[in-house]
């Protein structure tokens, strides 16, 4: 029974790999119109979709490779050291980005109405 577990979560995650990767190339090639999650300045998205596709292509690597009956190696140290990093960095510039866009928005506006 764990083993019927195990194969239908490897399935499962290698499916999420996918996910990621068509997910994060959209938003490598269309940085003006990304994918919902991300907003921000086109480097911003562009690192953001960088960082799925790295994350996908691990994900995929080390279902395969769990599957298959080996040990999961340098895909989840790249997960770890890259996809990771690059993930949380433009999620934190995408929200730095928002925040000071609205406060420059809100200051024009105090202004015309001044």
Do not use: H, K
């Given at each position: 029974?764990t ?23 959209r ?64 999620i ?23």
């Amino acid at each position: 029974m764990t083993e019927v577990f195990d194969g239908a979560v490897d399935v499962l995650s290698m499916a999420l790999g996918l996910g990621c990767v068509w997910l994060g190339w959209r938003a490598v090639l269309r940085p003006r119109r990304p994918p919902e999650p991300i907003q921000g300045p086109v480097w911003v998205v562009r690192a953001w979709g960088l960082g799925y596709v790295l994350l996908g292509i691990c994900l995929t690597i080390q279902s395969v490779t769990l599957m298959a009956g080996g040990e999961p190696g340098r895909p989840a140290d790249v997960i770890r050291w890259v996809a990771g990093p690059l993930l949380v960095g433009s999620i934190l510039a995408a929200f730095l980005s928002r925040r000071w866009e609205r406060r420059r928005d809100r200051a024009m506006n105090e202004g015309r109405q001044a």
